[in-house]
């Protein structure tokens, strides 16, 4: 079965520098997806990246970037220029893709902390 | 505005009674899902619907029940046979089978007193 790990329970970064969460996975699929979702107080789930395995290159959005190592099964994200409002639990998600199941399978989450 | 609408938002339970989440969206998806979230353990799915008048279980199926009678609904009825149903649910779709990622709505907080 499909897992999802986050090891960084907490993390704290200084506002306006660089933070980078850890995700690693494990699957036996070759076609699947890879998602960062941020759940802000407000508790809404959010999207904030997504990846094809297929695609070779890491995706981008504006600050937030990931580190995509499929033989290493690694999916870190990178927030650059940190601001205040990125402060919220972010979650490591898989799916397969086009799969049966149907389902994202969620990490246990990283809660980042923005100091001003 | 497109998007997922669940209520209510706070709902409070006595024992022994069930209750029923709302979960409406107006994207024209074809497959929405059902998650619950405890401190500490991310997310884990209830139930999950491809199409209309389908659904299929997820891996804490038991003490819920589901139906998707129209494409835009996909109510939850928290049961008595639930035994520790106080949590946070969130509903949420996908575009369709295994493609893209999921659409959440704003969650409900339920309790049990």
């Known amino acids: 079965a499909q897992t999802v790990t986050q090891s960084q329970p907490e993390m704290s970064v200084q506002e306006a520098e660089t933070v980078t969460l850890s995700c690693t996975y494990d699957?036996?699929?070759?076609?699947?997806?890879l998602f960062w979702y941020k759940q802000p107080p407000s508790r809404q789930m959010i999207l904030v990246i997504r990846?094809?395995?297929?695609?070779?290159q890491n995706a981008t959005e504006n600050r937030f970037s990931v580190n995509f190592q499929k033989a290493a099964k690694s999916f870190s994200l990178k927030i650059s220029d940190s601001q205040l409002g990125d402060a919220a639990m972010y979650f490591c998600?898989?799916?397969?893709?086009?799969?049966?199941?149907?389902?994202?399978?969620f990490g246990t989450g990283t809660l980042l902390a923005v100091q001003p | 505005d497109g998007g997922i609408t669940q209520s209510p938002k706070y709902l409070f339970r006595k024992e022994g009674q069930n209750v029923t989440l709302s979960c409406e969206q107006n994207?024209?998806?074809?497959?929405m899902y059902w998650y619950r979230q405890d401190p500490g353990q991310g997310l884990r799915l209830i139930y999950y619907?491809?199409?209309?008048?389908?659904?299929q279980k997820g891996d804490i199926a038991e003490g819920y029940s589901v139906s998707r009678e129209k494409k835009e609904s996909f109510p939850l009825t928290v049961t008595s046979a639930q035994k520790n149903p106080t949590a946070f649910y969130l509903c949420?779709?996908?575009?369709?089978?295994?493609?893209?990622?999921?659409?959440f709505g704003e969650g409900s907080r339920l309790t049990v007193l």
């Open positions: 990846q094809e395995a297929y695609k070779q």
């Open positions: 949420a779709s996908r575009l369709t089978l295994g493609i893209g990622e999921l659409f």
């Open positions: 699957t036996s699929e070759s076609d699947y997806y």
């Open positions: 619907s491809q199409i209309v008048n389908d659904f």
């Open positions: 994207l024209n998806h074809d497959a």
């Open positions: 998600a898989y799916s397969d893709y086009g799969g049966a199941t149907n389902k994202l399978i």
